[in-house]
């Protein structure tokens, strides 16, 4: 309007450190829990600062294995048994050359996807969120001032720090509950250690169920799509 000051342009915060202070504490808070929650076997799903529906099911997991309060909530107790580093969750991270080597153009087509001998990463920001046990979405959030369509060998970026993996006991057996598309793992005793999500086939009453016994280990498996059960042609 005339004689009012015009208003000035918002900028974008160049670094996570700009952000408003009770919203890193929190979101970083939650990352911590993430990753000690992962280390200790029970996941989280991303590591992404977001207390979604996997991480709440991983926190009641892990307070039902050790007896405490099912909150579903990073409390004090849980902190407390996940050695829980307030101030840690995020670290740099590098990208190098090897990073680069993988990633590569993903044809749309799923014929022309299965001529190929590997699908690699279509972009650096989609390996290093993967690599990293995370997404997108949380890395433009970490680095709202990089043009994440355009990194290369050398930059530096924020990204949220995987721990080591320590299961409190060794695993017996697996339970696949296919409702809640968990994998949980239980110890010789017959205790939840640990549990992962999973996928399941869109088919759910053609899935095997029953008990079964682990035959053969095969690395890097090859993926077989059936056409007549595929609803993709």
Known sequence: LPGEEAPRETEAPRSVLERPVLERFVRGKVMAGQAALEAAGYSPGLLDGIEGPKTEIALRAFQLSRGFPVTGRLDETTSEALA?????GTGTYRIT?????????CPAD????SRRERLLYPT???????????SERCLAWLNPSKDLAALKAGDEVAVPIPLERQLARPVDSLEIDLERKLVLLIDASGNLVGLVHCSVARDVASVPRGTCAVKTIVADPGYTLRPCKSKLL
């Open 84 to 88: 829980l580093d307030r101030e840690g």
């Open 97 to 105: 050359t090897d990073d680069e080597k993988l990633v590569s153009y």
């Open 110 to 113: 799923w014929n022309e996807r």
């Open 124 to 134: 650096l920001a989609n390996c290093i969120a993967e690599k990293l046990h995370t």
